[in-house]
């Protein structure tokens, strides 16, 4: 079992890290956004550099090395989204009323480009790994999209724990695209996906004969885990935003106040809204 160690402590070690670190990146000054922006830019060409260059190799160091590339390529999805410079054609809270499919579209308006950013992302790195035998970048951008994805779905059908105090003071108007409810219909369905996948690739970690599989499987094993554990905290009665709390300064309460104009206010009077006739 000590083979399985040092890659499942490397994944919730570097998980958590990032996570953190993209929370409290945006938590600074909106002025502070473009340098973020640039750097973390830096870091996935980096990434997709990294992924190519490894993508031929089958060692444990090239399994760990092409994780940390995939995860950098979805630290940037994430800090161009969170950040405001990726987002999608709508910007406004939800109106008050709107309900059924006529919501549904406007929550993809909210985020439409980058959900193309992230198809076109994942399509180049199907390119740089085509016919290779080292996927394990490719497949940890793949699970983290699944993680996201499918807790936005949640967020968006209802779930007790919204988790809204993360979101930037740019972004809070999502708030109003959510539900708080005890539970959605496709709750149950992505956390049975989530497991059956989990136990799968777990099933493969323990039968593997190399390192290059016990470290790969095992890191892909653990991140389906988290996802798992993500659905859960959704519904679970815990405060697991406590893990990131060094991350979320008071700046995602406060950030830009010199900044702000009177559309806060109308977001926070469309939140509130929302709020009254219990969509959140």
Not at 199 to 216: D, H, N, Y
Request: aromatic fraction near 12%; hydrophobic fraction near 55%.
């Amino acid at each position: 079992m000590s083979a399985y160690a040092p890659p499942i402590a490397a994944t919730l070690l570097m998980w958590w890290a990032s996570t953190g670190a993209i929370l409290y990146l945006d938590g600074l000054s909106r002025r502070t956004f473009a340098w973020s922006m640039a750097g973390s830019t830096g870091l996935f060409l980096l990434a997709l550099w990294g992924m190519s260059a490894t993508s031929g190799e089958t060692s444990a160091a090239s399994a760990y090395c092409a994780f940390a590339c995939g995860l950098m390529a979805w630290a940037w999805q994430l800090v161009s989204y969170y950040m405001g410079f990726i987002t999608g054609p709508n910007h406004a809270p939800c109106p008050p009323g709107l309900a059924g499919f006529g919501r549904f579209i406007a929550a993809i308006g909210t985020s439409l480009y980058h959900e193309i950013a992230i198809i076109v992302c994942a399509a180049a790195l199907i390119a740089l790994t085509w016919g290779q035998p080292n996927l394990i970048g490719l497949w940890t951008f793949l699970v983290l999209w699944w993680m996201h994805s499918s807790a936005k779905l949640n967020l968006f059908f209802g779930a007790p724990n919204l988790s809204e105090e993360l979101l930037p003071e740019h972004l809070r108007y999502l708030v109003t695209y959510m539900r708080r409810r005890p539970m959605n219909l496709f709750f149950p369905v992505s956390v049975t996906v989530s497991t059956i996948v989990t136990v799968l690739i777990a099933q493969k970690a323990f039968v593997a004969t190399t390192p290059f599989e016990i470290v790969g499987y095992t890191i892909l094993a653990t991140l389906m885990t988290l996802a798992v554990a993500e659905h859960w905290f959704l519904v679970a009665p815990l405060h697991a935003n406590a893990l990131w709390s060094w991350g979320v300064k008071d700046g995602h309460a406060s950030n830009d106040a010199e900044e702000r104009d009177d559309s806060d206010s109308l977001r926070v009077a469309a939140i509130e809204a929302a709020r009254a006739a219990g969509r959140i």
